[in-house]
């Protein structure tokens, strides 16, 4: 029989069956996973979102990438929820209502002294901290004083579980809880300017923290009133915090008795009346023992109306049809023992159904954690094991924790010593390895993920460090599977425990990729977190084992997130902005003038590098204004284009108005000549004549713009200062011979033609100054080079001076036949 294509001998029908009845088949229950056939291949899930300035690409394969937010990418601003959207997110992340018959809601007894006075103290304002040992009441007492101060804050009751919680997971969860912001964790600053403006009354069950951690929580928000919900071993908070006590002990004995009644339905006999005061005398009051008690009397009624209720084939199973009727006459069966009704769990969980017991043995092995009803078919192997959580609940051996249910206070210890805990390391690795294909699933959302997120850490924390085999491949399977979603739903804590454990597995596992994997997004997370030190060396750690892989893929995301390390950390180094991030306003230092700065660095042209960044400083303008300041508010790459035109501009124009300076003084002195020295080696046929002016000018490199000099007269270039040329104070005056014997300017020059030949100025010049006459050095010597300004011997070897092949145009004092020794201008 092919159990895709139902038969006829299946559905009593025959082989030709219309196609009507074709169409009225129930498609398969799961249509990504048929029994037969090639399945479809699951795409990765990758998911984007924003940490303060970072986006963050979380990448299940081949690891999470970081970069920079782009401008104009940036999240919209955080906003509050309406009192309608507070309400829907409250029912969804209420605890599931067990299915079956419905849970007894029981009354809340000998409290209403208690609840009034909380009500008013958070009416004023005041936070008050409720202590309690456990099974004293004090979630049903939260649950009243919440619906009692609906209406005191303008952001309503915020409901939050401090079980296994840190005060940023506190933050983080009161900042979710008011405002709406998708795929959206702000940093710390953003997130306690909002926690500032919100003002609602915190109800915090199970809280785990005091001192200075409960401080940190107050100054972050300081116009919330909190009730807090401990146990007498949780720290005590700082005397200066002002915080309210308000201790809660148990019921009297009247108050039990009452209690019991409800539970069992029934007024108690009078063998049972001082069987609860004993019980009373022993458990000190506690309602949880009195629920529990009356559990054990309801079960002891249902077995003396069927003492079958509970056999071999357990509660509410079906039984063979030739089992006999009861007995129409109530068995006499004898109370519970003192200790029994003291710690009852084990004999309460021997009279459930064998699924409520192999629920329970789940939760022994995950720590307390009871598994959602919608996992215990999978895990139990029973499709109606989803009731066992109705059968538990019924029986007080749970409570609720947040979202989820958790054994009562106690019962873990009990079935633990009952042997409820014996095989709790297979069933971890069963839990281990059903989690993980089901948060791998595609059709499975990071918030559901993150709801299962103790039951998950809780498997992968029972199984490393493990001794068995396979058990740390399970568990690092797991933590592969579900830390991307605890990523993407935004449980950063979890994601952090997730990757540490699994990294722990990886390694005790040999599993070296796995590792790489671990080490990279435990580096990515500190880099979002804020801590470049600790990225740093996760992310080294990953690419090194990732290279030794020849894992190119995995390795170029780790390079990528470790330049974005070393960028931020010298941003953070030198107090500037990172270039690719964008901060907002109110982070950026003000002005005198209103005006905003934040500082650029710009790496500048190579002509004009010496080696440090130039810094640009940007104006940005504030709300409102207007002008030539509202230009700079475009993209990093203009702003940088624009001001190394500027640069470059006002280097060209000094440039220019330096040549066109020394082109007047040149023209102005008469005993000045503008030569063009010539190589021996040069041919005579190539030089160009020194009375021929000609329109080619020789083009100026950008290395040495700022040094060479301007066209003058004659169309072509004079020599730099320093090149050997002799200076204009260090000319001979006109008419006057030199000391060295050698003929002056004023005789011919070596290629035939005189220096006054030159074409004369248009226009008259000045008069000159005489000049006093200075000693020639032999033409075996090189002239020393002089500063035109200063008249100080400059360094011919400096980098001012610059070569070219045509030669060098000087002005030459030394006569004619004497050529140049400095090299040629470009």
Known sequence: MDPTHRGPEEYGHDSNGSAQDTGRRRPSRDPLTPDFGQQTPQQA?????????????VNPVDGSEVEPVRPGEHPAEPVRRTPAERADRERAAAPPVPPGPPVLQLPLLERADERERLVRLLARGRSVRLTGPAGSGRTALLEAVAADCAQLAPDGVVRLNGHKRTVTDLLYGLFDAVHD????????ALLLEKLRTTGAVVVLDDLELGGAALDELFDATPECAFLLAVTPDVAAPDPDSHLEEVFLTGLDRDASVVLMERVVERPLTEEEANWAGDLWFESEGLPLRFVQAGALLRQRDLLRADPTAYDEYGYLDSRPGAEEPPPAEPLELPLPSLGEGAAPAALLASRLSEAARDTLRFAVALGGEVPH???????????HADAALGELAGCGLLSPAGSRYRLAAGVLAQLTAAGYGDDATVRARTAAQHYAWWAGHPSVTPARTVAEADAILAAMTQLVPGDGAGQTSAAVLLARSASPAFAAGLHWSAWE???????????IAGEVAEEAYFHHELGVLALCAGHPDRARAELETSISMRGALADKPGAVAGRRALALVEDLS????????????????SRFEATPSGA????????????????????????????????????????????VAAGAGVLLAGVLGTVVTLGLTSNSDSRDDPAVSTEQSVSQDDDVEDEVPAEEPTDRTVPSSPATSSTSSTPGPTGTGSAPTGSGSSSPGSSASEGSPSSSGKPSSDGPSPTGTSSESSEPPESDPPPVSESPSTSTPPASESPSPT????????DPDSSDSASGPSGTMTASAEGAGVPSESPSVV
């Open 45 to 57: 899930r990758i998911v984007q979102l924003i940490s303060g300035s970072l986006l963050l690409t």
């Open 181 to 188: 912001a998708p795929l959206h964790r702000p940093d710390r």
């Open 373 to 383: 009803q919608a996992h215990l078919p999978a895990l139990v192997g029973d499709t």
């Open 497 to 507: 425990k997730s990757l540490r454990i699994g990294q722990e597995a990886a390694r």
């Open 570 to 585: 010298g941003a953070a180094a030198a107090g500037q902005v990172p270039v690719d991030a964008e901060a907002p306003a």
């Open 596 to 639: 905003t700065t934040s500082v650029i660095p710009v790496t500048p042209p190579a002509p004009y590098a010496d080696g440090a960044a130039t810094v640009l400083s940007r104006q940005i303008a504030p709300k409102g204004a207007a002008g030539r300041l509202a230009v700079l508010g475009g993209a990093r790459r203009n702003l």
């Open 787 to 794: 500063d035109p300004e200063t008249g100080e011997p400059s």
